[in-house]
């Protein structure tokens, strides 16, 4: 099965595809859409849709898993909310089932509780993929984390 998963935001979004046949995970792609910051928000969520487009027509995923929103007080907030509603319909557009998980959920998935650090979860990931070198930007790892968390919770 392949999987694409999202870490969802306005700036950027990161994002990793996982294959899972043959009896083990292997990471095919990630890294992040980045939007023009100059731009209007509405802009940016075009950009997001473009270039997620361009993504699933390449690599085909059979499922996303996407990350829920932690909602806090921000600046962002809203717009990150956006963007995510964004990359959601545009997944549906494909007919790719999503899969949403909280951050406590992936981090239970892959550290085995939902309390880890980064560092914790960053560890999983290259053992599970097993990646020699951590994956980079941070938004990619933890859209390969996001992804992981979509085949584990199948």
Same mark, same amino acid.
């Given at each position: ?5 999202? *870490? @969802?935001? /306005? ?5 990793? #595809?996982? &294959?899972?046949?043959?009896? &083990?995970?292997?990471? /095919? *792609? ?5 939007? *023009? +910051?100059?731009?209007? &928000?509405? %802009?940016?969520? #075009?950009?997001?849709?473009?270039? /997620? ?5 390449? $690599?085909? @995923?059979?499922?996303? !898993? #996407? ?29 790719? @089932?999503?899969? %949403? ?15 880890? *650090?980064? %560092? !914790? ?6 053992? %599970? /993929?097993?990646?020699?070198? +951590? @994956?980079? +930007? ?7 984390? #996001? !992804?992981?968390?979509? $085949?584990?919770?199948?």
């Amino acid at each position: 099965m392949r999987i694409l998963g999202i *870490d @969802p935001g /306005l700036a950027r979004v990161g994002y990793g #595809v996982i &294959d899972t046949s043959g009896g &083990d995970q292997r990471m /095919l *792609d990630c890294g992040i859409i980045r939007t *023009d +910051p100059g731009r209007s &928000d509405g %802009e940016r969520m #075009v950009e997001i849709a473009r270039d /997620l487009r361009q993504l699933v027509r390449l $690599w085909r @995923p059979e499922l996303a !898993a #996407v990350e829920q929103f932690f909602f806090y007080r921000s600046s962002t907030t809203i717009s990150v909310v956006q963007a995510r509603g964004v990359l959601i319909m545009s997944l549906a557009r494909f007919g790719i @089932p999503v899969r %949403e998980f909280p951050p406590m959920q992936i981090k239970l998935a892959l550290a085995g509780h939902g309390h880890a *650090d980064k %560092e !914790a979860v960053l560890d999983a990931v290259m053992r %599970e /993929l097993n990646l020699s070198e +951590p @994956p980079r +930007p941070d938004d990619a790892a933890d859209a390969l984390a #996001v !992804a992981l968390t979509g $085949w584990f919770q199948r």
